[in-house]
Every structure is written in structure tokens, then in C-alpha cells.
């Protein structure tokens, strides 16, 4: 099984939805995008839609290295999350979702067992 249909079957279970069409942004519960800051330095922000107030020592991310586990955190929880199209693919994410998947296989093998 390829990892996009593994990522689908973990989005499934847990009834997440991923969005990566800027589009879309408005439909997601939670958002992961870049920033520029004024002299020039890339930042991520990690935070729910409805947060207008933007709170630094919350939601902004000088890492990407925590982005990667806030995003399946929240699509575990069954939210819908935005993450850029870049970070998704930066960050590796239908690798990780495919990952994920096959160790909630492995752990209903076990359960099985």
C-alpha cells in the first residue's frame, strides 16, 4: 500500500482532515504556516483559526521539529488542520501520516493477538 492511501486510512480512522490548498484554510480548526518577520527571518505559526490575537511565546515556532507532532496531535483529536503546502512537504507529513498509520496497524495486530 502506497504511503498517500495509508495517510487517507489514518485520516479516516481518526476522522481528521488535512488541508494544504491555502483555499481551504478557512474550512480547518487549526493552522501551521510560515511567516516572515520584518528584518527577514522565518517563522512558523501553530495555532486554532479562531485565535486572532497572535501570542508569541504560543504560537510562534523558530523549529519546525515541534510542527511536525502539532499536527498529529490535532488529527488524532479528529480536527481539521491547514499546513502550508510547503511545511507538508518540508515536514515530510504523508511520510509521518503513513507512519502513524502502520503503527495503529501494528497495534491492532497485537490487540489481536
Known amino acids: 500500500m502506497n504511503n498517500d492511501k495509508k495517510m487517507q486510512l489514518f485520516l479516516e480512522h481518526y476522522g481528521g482532515e488535512l488541508f494544504t490548498d491555502y483555499n481551504s484554510q478557512d474550512d480547518a480548526s487549526y493552522e501551521i504556516y510560515r511567516e516572515t518577520t520584518s528584518d527577514g527571518y522565518e517563522v512558523f505559526v501553530a495555532k486554532h483559526t479562531d485565535e486572532k490575537t497572535l501570542y508569541v511565546s504560543e504560537h510562534i515556532h523558530y523549529y519546525t521539529h ?48
Do not use: Q, S
Not at 507532532?69 to 515530510?92: K, T
Open 66 to 113: 515541534d510542527l511536525e507532532e502539532l499536527c498529529v496531535e490535532w488529527l488524532i483529536e479528529g480536527e481539521a488542520v491547514y499546513l502550508d503546502e510547503d511545511l507538508f512537504e518540508d515536514l515530510y507529513m504523508e511520510d509521518r501520516l503513513a507512519d502513524e498509520y502502520d503503527k495503529l496497524e501494528l497495534d491492532n495486530d497485537e490487540d489481536e493477538d
